[in-house]
């Protein structure tokens, strides 16, 4: 069985993790590729809601293997911490596999993203301040800690310091910061070492072993497009590729083992941190959306900044990715407009453009160009089918497929684990 790759169509929080709960029952294997625990989800099993920020969301499915795979980088404390607390909630974690590849972020990587986003005032990212961007830095700049650095104390030593000989110029020099000491970071490091090696394995190895022998794997996008280092709307984006290529750069498999794409879009838009944002409200209908939504983030706490459904990066999405499908969440939210209006194109400098803009500048400029949809007051949420929902909601599921470039094979109509209609099977 060929692998799937399920990510966010959107600026991230679309969804996914409900989406991947929904197929974790049917794959053998759940992979995330790339991100950290600054991407969080929300799955809601029975009665019981689980935010997970770095495990994959297969991890709550018995039966399923999940994995965190080489592109991502992992704060050992904040994925024992996220074990423990799934343990003691009686899930077994037993299974989990990481990546030896995988970077560890490091308690330097984050005081320097901490105090680099205050030095930046105004013009700050808007990062989590997890440690994440820093990382990755590290990992380009080939001065990164990976989980196997862990099992050789000397070569962690060597690269803990080499490391710090910079940074701490940076701290001392620019941001009158106390200098970090090699030994304190490698002890902390080393204290986590012994708790995670049972889960270390060439991951690499072992999926592609799966893949041959027909095993279903999914691999688990964090974040969403429009953040993705190279073709989100940088420099407001996070410092991987949640796009549909780096599951292959971040899993270690190649591309044409893959055979479906599937983009989770939310019925409107969301997204959090700095960055334009055309169809962003700030009236009353942002407020509902925000509310009736739950738009907070699970990892952050913040607010999310809502808007109207954009089908400009819809479309933008399914070019990037390749989508094959898409998984429309939260239908249920936008219950009780009496109208609805979706974003078909922008506006910039006069000119209608149907398309993503190129020029940071003109999407800096862009205002949306709406088209009003007649909206629906019945309640969805029992909804098994898509004949059972009102004759509206389905216009506008239909116009979002139009617009959107790619078919929409699954409704999510509530938060529920069973609150969803399946229009085509993803597997």
């Excluded at 709960?21 to 929300?42: F, K, M, P, W």
């Excluded at 343990?87 to 989990?96: A, H, I, Q, Y």
């Excluded at 453009?353 to 190129?358: K, N, R």
Aim: charged share 20%; with cysteine; proline share 5%.
């Amino acid at each position: 069985m060929p692998a799937l790759v399920l990510l966010g169509a959107q600026w991230g929080d679309e969804g996914k993790g409900k989406a991947t709960d929904l197929l974790g029952g049917s794959v053998d294997y759940v992979v995330r590729y790339q991100g950290g625990n600054n991407a969080g989800h929300t799955v809601v099993v029975g009665d019981q809601k689980y935010a997970l920020h770095l495990l994959p969301s297969g991890i709550l499915s018995p039966g399923c293997t999940p994995v965190i795979g080489n592109g991502v980088v992992v704060d050992p404390s904040v994925l024992l911490s996220e074990l423990s607390g799934l343990n003691e909630r009686g899930v077994d974690t037993s299974k989990l596999l990481i990546s030896g590849n995988a970077h560890v972020i490091t308690p330097y990587n984050v005081t320097v993203d901490k105090v680099t986003e205050r030095f930046l005032g105004k013009r700050k990212i808007g990062t989590t301040g997890r440690g994440i961007g820093p990382t990755y830095a590290d990992k380009i700049n080939r001065v990164g800690i990976r989980v196997q650095d862990l099992y050789d104390e000397s070569i962690l030593h060597q690269k803990v310091e080499a490391a710090l000989d910079v940074k701490n110029q940076v701290l001392t020099k620019l941001y009158n910061r106390r200098a970090i000491t090699a030994d304190q970071v490698v002890e902390e490091l080393l204290g986590y070492a012994e708790q995670i090696k049972p889960y270390v394995a060439d991951t690499v190895l072992i999926l592609n072993e799966a893949l041959e022998q027909d095993k279903v794997v999914l691999f688990e996008g964090g974040q969403g497009t429009l953040l993705d280092i190279d073709h989100g709307t940088y420099p407001f984006v996070t410092s991987s590729n949640p796009t549909a290529g780096g599951a292959c750069t971040g899993a270690g498999v190649g591309p044409t083992k893959i055979s479906r794409v599937i983009g989770i879009l939310k019925a409107y838009t969301t997204r959090v941190g700095a960055g334009p944002f055309p169809t962003e409200l700030f009236d009353a209908d942002g407020e509902a959306l925000r509310r009736i939504g739950g738009e907070r983030g699970v990892t952050t706490g913040r607010d999310r900044r809502c808007g109207w459904f954009d089908a400009v990066i819809a479309r933008y999405a399914t070019r990037v990715n390749g989508l094959t499908d898409f998984f429309l969440t939260k239908l249920d939210v936008l219950t009780g407009w009496e109208e609805i209006p979706v974003c078909v194109a922008y506006e910039i400098d006069g000119r209608r453009v149907e398309e993503l803009p190129y020029s940071q500048t003109d999407f800096h400029h862009a205002k949306p160009v709406y088209e009003t949809l007649p909206g629906w007051s019945e309640d969805i949420t029992k909804a098994k089918s898509f004949s059972d929902l009102p004759k509206n909601a389905q216009n506008y599921v239909k116009a979002l497929e139009d617009m959107s470039g790619a078919p929409i094979s699954a409704i999510g109509v509530g938060p529920g684990r069973d609150e969803t209609i399946e229009i085509n099977s993803f597997l």
